[in-house]
């Protein structure tokens, strides 16, 4: 325990808590720019300054552990003018569109101005010239607007340990560009959108394709069709108004409408059916042929484009199973498009996700095109659709609650708890069972693979047989279990997990990176309530038992792992 003081008012804090943490304990909120709670401070911007009483000494508040007896003053006028000199030479040689920004309205850098009152700049305005990279499909990189803060570069090699983005140059040159300065697609980019959902300004943003969207929505020809990931459901409300976690479906149905789609399905519906795949895959191996185990998740399509990248000697372990978003598509121009006799090609699949990597997804194979032309037109993020529902004039909060359509639409909570680090794994965990005995479980929540714990193990125990199980969230955590699996490759032994889920984003897909802004683990939390409260709710709560599930086998499928099932609903993976 530490002893301070901050402007005169005496706190106790933890060693080891920084000035700015221990401020915010005392209602003081020091601005931050380069700062980002998910990260390791590194004290770039220098605008958390603060000084020491009666001292000329200043410190960075966002990386200064608190020493007893300090007493900080953390506002006072000469403070005030060296955060705001500080302001002053970020917004010289950055741009003036605020109009035209995509962070317009959320732009951490805007707000801070805005509320030191900045009216005009004592510095010459000079502008680099940097172009913009748009060669991504996922994310936006415009080097103009950066404001050199480095959380993006942070994000991806701490928390995503891919070091696709780093500074490149010196003094006045230097920029933010992926590593040897190449395109951001010629990069080792994984798409995840993490650095997107971390950056303050409109520096790094998601490729907006709402353009495209409204087009398709006012073509008569067109038959305009919509699903919506787990994790939209308990993040969208956050740019409402709601608290994160205010679990939103039938309200994000009715907008959907409102905007024009004519089906509205929900991904969690094909979640059920990859459990039902990847289930039945599972479970065959661990009968049958032990020794190809482990089976690791592939529906996320940044940890895909990671694994091909490298791991490409895991690519047998790969579930062949597609991601619901992908599963979904599929059935919308095959199996709906049938059912209601519209011509698949007429259709117009938009899927809305917390995510940017699934707009790679939706293009990244010829699997992807098991309709006979692309499954999914567009993939848009959370962000994008709340740019739509806004500027369509749908007053959200007052919407009344709807239904998602029937044949792709009905879900089970297993379906749900996809959008959480764990849930995939849990919901197979949930199918497994019952796969292997024939019986249903009493409990169906498994508590060890929940959590923000960065690689989460647990032994299972299925009537006497043990599954053992790995969960890991954030790419950085990847490492030590499948170093785990490689090892024992080496040695010749048994691997030590039959089965194991990886997501790239920490916490899973409710803080994916097209996901509202702000997220932290705090935001996490909440998130991931909203995703347990959804499956508690849920009338069935296990793959198998969803009814519509049950019907898309008897009438369209035959059985799991059927050769139509093969042919629509699982993919390759090539290094
Ligand atoms: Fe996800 Fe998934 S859970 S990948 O995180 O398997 O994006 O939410 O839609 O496809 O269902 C994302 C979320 C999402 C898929 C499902
Ligand atoms: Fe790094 Fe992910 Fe951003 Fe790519 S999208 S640069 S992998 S953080
Ligand atoms: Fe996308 Fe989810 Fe993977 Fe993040 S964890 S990249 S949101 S699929």
């Given at each position: 325990?530490?002893?301070?003081?901050?402007?005169?008012?005496?706190?106790?804090?933890?060693?080891?808590?920084?000035?700015?943490?221990?401020?915010?304990?005392?209602?003081?909120?020091?601005?931050?720019?380069?700062?980002?709670?998910?990260?390791?401070?590194?004290?770039?911007?220098?605008?958390?300054?603060?000084?020491?009483?009666?001292?000329?000494?200043?410190?960075?508040?966002?990386?200064?552990?608190?020493?007893?007896?300090?007493?900080?003053?953390?506002?006072?006028?000469?403070?005030?003018?060296?955060?705001?000199?500080?302001?002053?030479?970020?917004?010289?040689?950055?741009?003036?569109?605020?109009?035209?920004?995509?962070?317009?309205?959320?732009?951490?850098?805007?707000?801070?101005?805005?509320?030191?009152?900045?009216?005009?700049?004592?510095?010459?305005?000079?502008?680099?010239?940097?172009?913009?990279?748009?060669s991504s499909p996922s994310v936006v990189l415009n080097p103009e607007k950066c404001i050199l803060c480095g959380r993006c570069v942070h994000v991806c090699q701490e928390m995503?340990?891919?070091?696709?983005?780093?500074?490149?140059?010196?003094?006045?040159?230097?920029?933010?560009?992926?590593?040897?300065?190449?395109?951001?697609?010629?990069?080792?980019?994984?798409?995840?959108?993490?650095?997107?959902?971390?950056?303050?300004?409109?520096?790094?943003?998601?490729?907006?394709?709402?353009?495209?969207?409204?087009?398709?929505?006012?073509?008569?020809?067109?038959?305009?069709?919509?699903?919506?990931?787990?994790?939209?459901?308990?993040?969208?409300?956050?740019?409402?108004?709601?608290?994160?976690?205010?679990?939103?479906?039938?309200?994000?149905?009715?907008?959907?409408?409102?905007?024009?789609?004519?089906?509205?399905?929900?991904?969690?519906?094909?979640?059920?059916l990859t459990i039902m795949e990847e289930g039945s895959e599972f479970v065959k191996l661990f009968k049958d042929e032990p020794d190809k185990l482990p089976l690791v998740t592939s529906c996320c399509p940044a940890w895909v484009d990671y694994l091909e990248k490298y791991y490409p000697d895991l690519i047998p372990h790969f579930s062949t199973a597609k991601s619901p978003q992908a599963m979904l598509g599929a059935l919308a121009k095959t199996y709906y498009a049938e059912k209601n006799k519209i011509a698949p090609k007429n259709i117009f699949?938009?899927?809305?996700?917390?995510?940017?990597?699934?707009?790679?997804?939706?293009?990244?194979?010829?699997?992807?095109?098991?309709?006979?032309?692309?499954?999914?037109?567009?993939?848009?993020?959370?962000?994008?659709?709340?740019?739509?529902?806004?500027?369509?004039?749908?007053?959200?909060?007052?919407?009344?609650?709807?239904?998602?359509?029937?044949?792709?639409?009905?879900?089970?909570?297993?379906?749900?708890?996809?959008?959480?680090?764990?849930?995939?794994?849990?919901?197979a965990l949930r199918t497994g069972y019952h796969l292997l005995t024939g019986e249903e479980l009493d409990n169906v929540e498994f508590q060890d693979v929940r959590g923000l714990g960065g690689v989460k193990e647990a032994a299972v125990n299925i009537k006497g047989t043990t599954v053992n199980v790995a969960v890991a969230h954030g790419v950085a955590n990847v490492q030590q279990v499948l170093d785990k699996v490689k090892a024992a490759k080496v040695a010749g032994q048994p691997s030590p997990y039959h089965f194991i889920e990886v997501m790239a984003c920490r916490g899973g897909c409710v803080s994916g990176g097209g996901q509202p802004y702000g997220a932290t683990d705090e935001v996490r939390r909440l998130r991931t309530a909203g995703i347990y409260q959804d499956d508690r709710l849920a009338a069935k709560r296990c793959s198998h038992q969803n009814p519509e599930i049950q019907k898309l086998y008897k009438d369209f499928l035959n059985q799991p792992l059927s050769e139509k099932s093969h042919h629509l609903l699982h993919t390759k993976y090539q290094a």
């Open positions: 325990q530490v002893n301070l003081k901050i402007n005169g008012n005496p706190l106790t804090v933890e060693q080891g808590t920084t000035i700015l943490v221990a401020a915010k304990k005392v209602g003081v909120r020091i601005p931050t720019l380069c700062y980002h709670p998910d990260l390791t401070a590194w004290a770039a911007c220098g605008i958390c300054i603060v000084k020491a009483e009666n001292s000329p000494k200043t410190f960075r508040a966002c990386a200064t552990p608190v020493e007893e007896g300090m007493s900080i003053i953390t506002h006072d006028p000469e403070i005030v003018e060296i955060r705001r000199t500080v302001l002053e030479l970020i917004l010289s040689n950055h741009p003036n569109d605020c109009l035209q920004c995509p962070r317009s309205g959320n732009c951490e850098l805007q707000t801070i101005a805005a509320e030191f009152g900045l009216r005009e700049s004592p510095y010459q305005k000079v502008l680099r010239g940097l172009p913009a990279d748009h995503q340990n891919v070091w696709a983005l780093e500074f490149i140059g010196r003094g006045h040159k230097v920029r933010i560009a992926p590593a040897a300065d190449v395109s951001l697609n010629d990069s080792p980019c994984i798409k995840c959108g993490q650095c997107s959902a971390h950056c303050p300004v409109g520096a790094i943003y998601e490729n907006d394709e709402t353009g495209k969207v409204w087009a398709a929505l006012g073509d008569k020809e067109k038959y305009p069709v919509v699903q919506i990931a787990p994790a939209v459901r308990v993040a969208v409300g956050e740019a409402f108004g709601y608290k994160s976690g205010e679990l939103l479906t039938g309200k994000l149905y009715s907008a959907l409408r409102r905007l024009g789609f004519r089906a509205v399905f929900d991904t969690n519906f094909t979640a059920d699949m938009v899927s809305i996700m917390p995510c940017t990597a699934k707009k790679y997804e939706i293009s990244r194979s010829t699997e992807m095109c098991a309709s006979g032309q692309q499954d999914i037109n567009v993939s848009l993020t959370t962000r994008e659709l709340v740019r739509m529902i806004k500027a369509a004039g749908i007053d959200f909060n007052n919407l009344p609650d709807d239904k998602a359509d029937s044949i792709l639409g009905e879900y089970t909570g297993a379906g749900t708890i996809f959008g959480v680090t764990g849930g995939v794994l849990e919901a």
